[in-house]
């Protein structure tokens, strides 16, 4: 019994000589992560985003070739829990195009290029987004299908959201397969022509003169 005693001081002897060891130590095994782990500073979304210079191009409903719209920067813009991708002329900062979850549009990457057709009723609208490199090109290819993404309505109803794609991706089809006709016919016309034309050379020059 005396030999438990004196071990029973020796701990309070401890304890009074070091009244904050109990206290210091409760603290690390309550908050062991605030012990360990800094607290770091959360970075904004326009720092995790970096600006992406493109070169603009514009293919217009009803048309089969590109038109150049001169230099943009690509910045994506959070509003709340959504986000928008922008292009800004680079040269006075006018918005060029907007891509948001509430376009109908379906992006695709062609080398540098980012093509994005942008579907309305059964016009079918394309921009061309050229990056520097295939690095770029990637990133924001991601930032405007992540901007575009339909999360709300593809987690309530994902039978509207398919639904909705496959209008999206018909539309498209279709533009496509009428460009592809009209550049048909246009070929088949120059092709008559020019045969009408060597036609008519041929006979305006006659036969050959009798040697």
């Not at 070739?65 to 928008?84: D, K, L, N, P």
């Amino acid at each position: 019994m005396k030999l438990e005693d004196e071990t029973m001081d020796i701990d309070g002897e401890a304890n009074t000589a070091n009244p904050n060891h109990k206290a210091s130590q409760t603290q690390q095994d309550t908050y062991p992560s605030q012990a360990l782990v800094p607290q770091l500073p959360t970075p904004s979304a326009k720092d995790s985003f970096r600006e992406i210079q493109v070169k603009v191009h514009l293919r217009s409903f009803g048309k089969d070739t590109w038109t150049y719209q001169g230099r943009g920067m690509v910045t994506q813009e959070m509003t709340g829990h959504s986000s928008r991708v922008v292009v800004r002329n680079l040269s006075n900062g006018k918005v060029m195009a907007t891509f948001s979850e509430t376009s109908d549009l379906q992006a695709e990457k062609r080398g540098n290029f980012v093509v994005i057709s942008c579907v309305d009723g059964s016009r079918v609208v394309s921009w061309s987004l050229n990056a520097l490199n295939n690095s770029e090109t990637l990133r924001l290819l991601a930032s405007i299908e992540l901007a575009c993404y339909r999360c709300k309505q593809a987690l309530q109803d994902p039978r509207l959201h398919s639904k909705a794609r496959r209008k999206i991706e018909r539309a498209i089809k279709e533009d496509r397969r009428k460009r592809h006709r009209r550049r048909k016919d246009q070929d088949a016309m120059i092709d008559a022509f020019a045969q009408n034309l060597n036609l008519s050379n041929s006979q305006e020059s006659g036969p050959p003169a009798a040697s």
